[in-house]
């Protein structure tokens, strides 16, 4: 069995840095560190299974997504042996838009 290694891309960690900020002010700095850290978790499971989720070959080529118990939305594709995190948002905000950099994938907090 092939062990992959799991990679996040900058903007991927810039929205789990926005969330972070966002439940620290709204809960707290420990809610929000448990969340991000369960979040980053759940995606370093995807070394040995990365093939889960739904592909969305509509969206972008290879794209694959799946969700942290449905309150956060993982856009990742898989390569050879990468997993490449592309972004994390939340549900509603995963909009059927090109990740390949023409359009920006959106992320916002109410």
Not at 37 to 48: D, F, G, K, Q
Request: glycine residues 4%; positive net charge.
């Amino acid at each position: 069995m092939i062990a992959y290694l799991v990679v996040f891309s900058p903007r991927a960690l810039e929205q789990l840095a926005s969330m972070y900020r966002y439940i620290a002010v709204a809960a707290s700095p420990d809610v929000a560190q448990r969340y991000t850290e369960a979040i980053v978790e759940y995606c370093e499971t995807l070394h040995t299974f990365p093939l889960r989720g739904s592909k969305r070959d509509d969206i972008r080529p290879g794209l694959r997504v799946t969700n942290y118990k449905g309150r956060a939305v993982i856009a990742f594709d898989v390569s050879e042996a990468l997993v490449s995190i592309i972004g994390i948002c939340k549900p509603r905000r995963l909009k059927p838009q090109r990740l390949d950099g023409t359009k920006p994938m959106t992320i916002a907090h109410d």
